[in-house]
């Protein structure tokens, strides 16, 4: 099988994945799989220049087109799933301690919660904020 064939499946592959996922950096990549296939073209048997390109393209892409996936991020509509929990009611599965998370479900999600009181199992909470790992919790009306 001809090297750029393999570039251009491997490129094709990863603008799909991206389709699916939205993150931008898996079109760069497939991008720069795509200049690497067309360097093979060019230039059959050069890997080496074909890899560096792809790489240089992939690696500029990135750098230049941050400000731009940044704005879409940031940008009027786009809201993480995540934040639009804070303020739903929920209840707690396994019991919360000041010093060690529980797990709350929302919905019919099921969430890490840490809390700055103890909470019983069967009570009902109310997400306060998010952080990295776990939900920030308080008691449901306390």
Do not use: H
């Amino acid at each position: 099988m001809d090297l750029w064939l393999i570039w251009l499946i491997v490129a094709g592959v990863l603008i799909v994945v991206e389709m699916l996922t939205l993150t931008f950096y898996l079109l760069w990549l497939g991008i720069g799989a795509l200049a690497a296939a067309i360097v093979d073209v060019i230039y059959p048997d050069a890997w080496l220049l074909e890899v560096v390109v792809g790489c240089v393209v992939a690696l500029l892409l990135t750098i230049f087109t941050k400000p731009l996936t940044r704005r879409f991020q940031v940008g009027r509509g786009f809201r993480d799933a995540v934040d639009e929990l804070v303020g739903m009611q929920g209840t707690v599965l396994e019991a919360i301690d000041p010093d060690t998370p529980g797990i709350v479900k929302i919905g019919s999600e099921t969430w890490s919660a840490k809390s700055s009181e103890s909470i019983k199992k069967g009570e009902a909470i109310i997400v306060i904020s998010r952080g990295s790992a776990f939900l920030q919790v308080n008691k449901w009306g306390g």
